[in-house]
């Protein structure tokens, strides 16, 4: 049985996240710790789906602590010494909900799920009646919002002078981002700011499509930046002055050299997936720091592998979603609100992006269907160093190939639909991924 996909479970309420599905999942993660708290985003399937989850962990034995609605990094800042689960399905339609499980602050690593999906699937019951577990409620939110303003000012300051425009989606962020910016001294003009389960402000995945609105209000007005969020608030989208999206890369080789610069460390260490951008490299290393990567999703894994090898891991980030570890292990793009709206108070956002060397970045997919991936992968994994002999290959994530003027590609399997991904950035991207697709799609049709 296979739950778990890169961000914990997630899926249709009629046909995938299901009570039954969520009661089974509380039961079995009631095994591995005796209190939990448990919170969900604004889905209108959020109230019923908790429910379901808290009935399996209190007849698994385990006592409940009832958050409400909150941006998941809030759910995970209240697992700090306990276990949590958060009901939400991040940026999917309204008809999705979710399960994320976290253990003192962190996702659930590969282990765990496992451990979870195998008890599921043997379906055990209720533990004997008296031992069952309580429920009772914690408002987590006033104490998180205030944890994240003392960080942000600690590590960039204040947010005075600041105007900046801020899309919640209406999603969960904006029971946190704005207070928080205001909080530090910004002047906040929130949008879709209300929590609503059928998002109809726009689509609730950030892009440069749904947030057009937000990017001409931004365009129109007198603005240093906007901010836009997925609907619990891990993901952050970042618009300047003129309504144009700032490349997610650009935003995390920003904060990252920031982090290197800012630490006394020895050894530091930026934790970042094989899709991130070049400039990232470019940024940390001439600040004094290294990069690890780890495969998308496991950011907690790459943070404890790169720290069990002797580094301390000051900054770690995927394509939108941010880590910081000195706050707390938790993805939490409300924190990275307060950080780039400081930086940016500080010094301006040109000023931030003018060292990065924003090359050409392209992304496709690549139809392969799921059961030729692994055949068309493995193929790949000795052609395209063959066809690119100049290039320096790695393997362990998909295939990366950097080339040595510094462009780069990358190509993996998604994990969740019929495609290969493709990643490439350089100065004749258009080149680059032309000759590297052909290879691609080749292998994939002897791999059918």
């Known amino acids: 049985m296979e739950l778990f996909g890169t961000a914990g479970i997630r ?199 749904t947030l057009a609105d937000l990017r001409t209000f931004v365009a129109d007005g007198e603005f240093e930046l906007g901010i836009g969020h997925d609907g619990d608030g891990d993901r952050i989208v970042v618009v300047d002055a003129a309504g144009d999206v700032v490349h997610e890369d650009t935003i995390l080789a920003i904060v990252a050299e920031h982090y290197v610069d800012a630490t006394d460390a020895a050894d530091p260490v930026v934790v970042t997936t094989p899709n991130a951008s070049a400039r990232i490299d470019e940024r940390v290393e001439a600040a004094g720091g290294r990069i690890e990567r780890v495969r998308l999703g496991a950011l907690h894994e790459g943070i404890a592998a790169a720290e069990g090898s002797g580094g301390t891991v000051v900054f770690a980030a995927e394509p939108w979603k941010h880590t910081h570890p000195a706050f707390g292990p938790w993805i939490d793009a409300v924190v990275s609100a307060a950080v780039v709206t400081g930086l940016v108070a500080s010094v301006g956002l040109s000023s931030l992006r003018e060292p990065v060397r924003e090359r050409p970045y392209r992304k496709a997919s690549i139809e392969c269907p799921d059961d030729a991936k692994a055949a068309a992968m493995s193929r790949l994994e000795s052609r395209l160093p063959e066809a690119f002999p100049d290039a320096d290959a790695t393997t362990e994530h998909g295939v990366r190939l950097t080339y040595p003027d510094g462009s780069w590609v990358l190509l993996r399997p998604s994990g969740t639909e019929p495609y290969l991904r493709l990643y490439a950035e350089g100065d004749d991207v258009d080149t680059l991924v032309g000759s590297v697709s052909e290879i691609v799609e080749r292998s994939i049709d002897e791999s059918r």
Not at 19 to 41: I, Q, T
Not at 152 to 157: E, K, M, P, R
Not at 182 to 207: C, I, M, Q, W
């Open 11 to 209: 899926g249709d309420v009629q046909t995938n996240v299901t009570p039954s599905l969520a009661v089974a999942v509380g039961r079995a993660a009631a095994v591995d710790g005796s209190e939990f708290v448990v919170g969900r985003d604004g889905r209108e399937t959020g109230s019923g789906i908790a429910a379901a989850v808290e009935a399996g962990l209190e007849s698994g034995g385990s006592d409940v602590r009832r958050v409400g609605r909150v941006p998941t990094p809030a759910l995970a800042y209240a697992s700090r010494g306990r276990r949590g689960i958060m009901i939400t399905a991040s940026h999917n339609p309204p008809s999705d909900n979710g399960l994320k499980l976290f253990v003192d602050g962190t996702e659930y690593d590969r282990d765990a799920e496992r451990r979870i999906e195998s008890r599921v699937e043997s379906a055990s019951t209720p533990t004997e009646w008296s031992r069952w577990g309580t429920l009772t409620t914690l408002d987590v939110l006033p104490a998180y919002r205030t944890a994240v303003s003392e960080y942000a000012h600690d590590a960039v300051g204040s947010c005075d002078g600041v105007t900046v425009a801020v899309d919640c989606g209406n999603g969960t962020a904006g029971l946190a981002v704005p207070y928080v910016l205001r909080d530090l001294g910004a002047h906040v003009v929130a949008l879709n700011a209300n929590v609503d389960g059928h998002f109809p402000g726009r689509e609730s995945k950030p892009t440069p499509e």
